[in-house]
Each structure stands twice: as C-alpha cells, then as structure tokens.
C-alpha cells in the first residue's frame, strides 16, 4: 500500500488532490474499485475514469477532475509501466540448485542464481548472478549466461549461446537450433552443417514458442532492449539492431539485417538477405521483398510503400462499382449503335 503522494513521489508526478489516499492497486477503469489507482490518457478515457469507483487517477499534465484526486504526470502510459511493479512484485526466488537438477561438473554457477527442478546445464556453461532457470530447461555446452536474466519453463538453449544481463525468454522458447540449410546433392538435399551461434544482448525479451536459429558460420544477433513477441521465427545469420519490437506470428528468413528502432507487425514475412533501415516499420500480414530506407512504412502482400498499398486497397474497393458503370457504358455505346443508319 502507498499514499497518493509516496506514488506521485516514485513517478515523478504531481498530486491534485488528498495526497494521503490509501492506494491498494492500479487496474483499468472499469474494474477499479476504491483504494484503486486507473489511469486515463484521453478525455473520453477520462470520463470513464471519473465514472468508475477508483480513489485516484493517472492523468497528462494538462488534465483537472472535480471529482477525483489526480497525479499528474508526463505521459500516464509510461507511468503505469513504472507503477505495476510496486503492486505486483516479480516472484522472488531463492538462490540454490534444486536435487533434481542435472549439471556438469565444469559448469560455473553463480552461487546467487536460481537452478530450477530438471534442469540440465552442460560442460562450460557460465550462469551468472541472481540468473533463474525456473525448471526443465537445458543449457548447451559453452553457453553463457549473464546476470539477472529470467528463463521460463521448458526453454532450449543450444551449445555456445551467449545471453547478456537482464534477459527474458518465456516458456517453450528455442534459442540456437540448426539454420535451415540444404544444398540439392545427387538427387536428394544435403544438410550443411550449422557451425555458428545466436548472441542475445542485454535486456531482450523473447515470447514463448519462438525460435532463433543459430548462424551457419557466424552470428545470429539480436540487439539491446528488441523484444520479440510469441511464435516469431528469426532464421540464421539475421542481424537485428537495438531495440526493435517483432509481433507474433513474425518470420524472417536467413541473412537480413535490421537497422535501430524497426517494428514488425504481426504475421509478417520477411524475404532473406535485405536491409531495413532504422526506424522503418512494416505493417501487420505483410511480405516485404526488397530493401526499406530508413525511417520508411510498408504493408501488403508484396510490401510496398503504405500510402502506395492504401491506394491500392481503395481502388480495389472500388472495383464492384467500377465493374458496374462499365458495364452501363458498354450498355449505352451499344444502344447508339443500334440507333445509327445502316
């Protein structure tokens, strides 16, 4: 529990209000009971803010209520990401290796991590401090594993992965397996051999059921602070640059490289060996086929630049309609025809 005030304090916001509320949680409006805290970015959101049995309100700067206290802040968003925390701590875990836990004497762990029930960590593995393995997870050889990260149930790390601090991967994930790699040999297809790694750098987060295949001779990288939603697949030797936001359903074929900053909306396909440029985004159910310059929008199936795509699915909406005076002009060219003296 916090006074109004202890949380304007921690959010950087100013009280409107009874800075000695009681405030027992934060959910949205329509749930929010007294002791609540709910926040409201807009106006109409405010409104139902007010209607609601919340104590206070998060709100823009700018924003005045007659009828609740208020901490004003910047922007409500980020505060309430800084909020729920205090409300809804992570699961502490306790430093040890649990009896069921499977390890090879080379191994170095980090006497304050967390090794969670059937485990299995290989020969070389380094684990770092506070690092938790919450259970069935297996750790390849020569992986290392840096501080304070959070893995899930059921992750599969192959050998010689390297994960920097404060990285999550949820349940069921896949980190390293093979690159798909086949050259046609006398009739059939060859596999060629998958030699590289994936290197997760510091503050990743990759969803569950997502997996990230490990380079052919070198590197797959995915950069500072990128998050990367469920059922995403990024194939080997893609380069991806700091923090980039990958929605579900995402696959990207082999050898492409992200610049800063790019957003892939769900259910894209992107082709292998292309570039996209900082800050550029692609558009949910999209298949992006050549380059994107820095900064750029594409949608559709294949991408192309997004007011080009919207044109074009408004011209497709037109078509019945066109399809129709069309056919009413053939009618009337024909009905002069008949007119004409023969």
Known sequence: MYTLSELAARLDGEVVGDGSLAITGIVSADR????DLTFADTADYLVLAEQSGASAVLVPA???SSLKALIRVKNPRIATARALPLFFPPEVHPPGI???????????IDPSAHIGPHCVIGAEVRIGARTVLLGG??????????????????????PRTQIGHRVIIHA??????????????????????????????????????AAIDRGAFDSTVIGQGTKIDNLVHIAHNVVMGQHCLLM???????????????????????????KLGNRSTVGAKSGVMRDIPEGKTVLGIPAFPDRETKRQWIATAQLPETVRRLRDLEKQVEELKARLPR
Do not use: C, W
Request: hydrophobic letters at 35%; proline letters at 3%; a negative charge.
């Open 32 to 35: 929010a009971q007294a002791g």
């Open 62 to 64: 700018a924003f005045t």
């Open 98 to 108: 649990d009896p069921g836990a499977v390890i090879d004497p080379s191994a170095q």
């Open 137 to 158: 997870n297996h750790i390849g050889r020569g992986s290392v594993l840096g501080d304070d990260i959070r893995i899930h149930p059921n992750v599969v790390i192959y």
């Open 172 to 209: 069921g994930t896949v980190i390293g397996s093979d690159g798909y790699g086949y050259v046609f040999d006398q009739g059939r297809h060859r596999k060629v051999l998958q030699t590289g790694n994936v290197v997760l750098h510091d503050d990743v987060e990759i969803g569950a059921n």
């Open 248 to 274: 579900g359903q995402v696959g990207m074929a082999g050898s492409t490289h992200l610049g800063d900053y790019v957003v892939i909306a769900s259910q894209s396909g992107i082709a292998g060996h292309l």
